[in-house]
């Protein structure tokens, strides 16, 4: 399990504030990807990254902002623009951006807006 | 883009039978379907994947068979336990940066 970490597991934030969410890891991983998870339903992409100082957006990817400028780190921002950001938020990383590679997958974080 | 889903949303079976769960997907390029465990409270992590040149792929109680012609994969699990209890993801994955679409999950019980 280790390897990837997640910081904080829980965050709580009043609305119209933006958090960054903290993703590190030391496994020598290429690729990184953030997911937001919640209830009833799968893993949605909302960003990933490929490399070092490249980023693409995900399939909801409105409301938030990403940076890559260290490989081992891939925080998360969840702007005020984000209309529901309630949620529980997975980092991943793999080898590289190969569609055969496993993703190892953080703690996670859970967001709650007050 | 790519759109997976899963069926059934929730399984419940007893200790000893068999589970099974279903996906099917939509880009005929999608060439990697992984199977991730998720226990409660804990990170997703993989259990079986397989890879669009083969049929079928199995671990000890855990099988994954794949019909690309149908666009449809499925995970068995036999000789079903209680720790087997968890949510279940599939996911299918093309050449698009490692970029996974997941199925919306299933609640597996497995009842002592």
């Known amino acids: 399990d280790g390897g990837i970490t997640q910081s904080p597991k829980y965050l709580f934030r009043k609305e119209g504030q933006n958090v960054t969410l903290s993703c590190e890891q030391n496994?020598?991983?290429?690729?990184m990807y953030w997911y937001r998870q919640d209830p009833g339903q799968g893993l949605r992409l909302i960003y990933y990254s490929q490399i070092v100082n490249d980023f693409q957006k995900g399939d909801i990817a409105e409301g938030y902002s990403v940076s890559r400028e260290k490989k081992e780190s891939f925080p998360l921002t969840v702007t005020s623009a984000q209309k529901n950001p309630t949620a529980f938020y997975l980092c991943?990383?793999?080898?590289?951006?190969?569609?055969?590679?496993?993703?190892?997958f953080g703690p996670g974080t859970r967001l709650t807006v007050l | 883009g790519e759109n997976v889903e899963q069926h059934p949303s929730t399984l419940s079976v007893q200790e000893g039978d068999s589970a099974v769960i279903k996906c099917t997907y939509s880009d005929s390029a999608s060439n990697y379907f992984p199977w991730y465990k998720q226990e409660l409270g804990k990170r997703p992590q993989l259990i079986i994947d397989i890879r669009s040149n083969v049929g079928e792929k199995k671990d000890q109680r855990i099988a994954v068979t794949l019909n690309k012609t149908a666009k449809h994969f499925s995970l068995h699990i036999t000789e079903t336990q209680p720790e087997d209890s968890a949510v279940y993801f599939c996911a299918a994955s093309g050449t698009n940066a490692g970029k996974s679409t997941f199925g919306d999950g299933t609640t597996l019980t497995v009842k002592p």
């Open positions: 991943a990383s793999s080898i590289n951006g190969n569609s055969y590679n496993e993703q190892f």
């Open positions: 496994l020598n991983h290429d690729a």
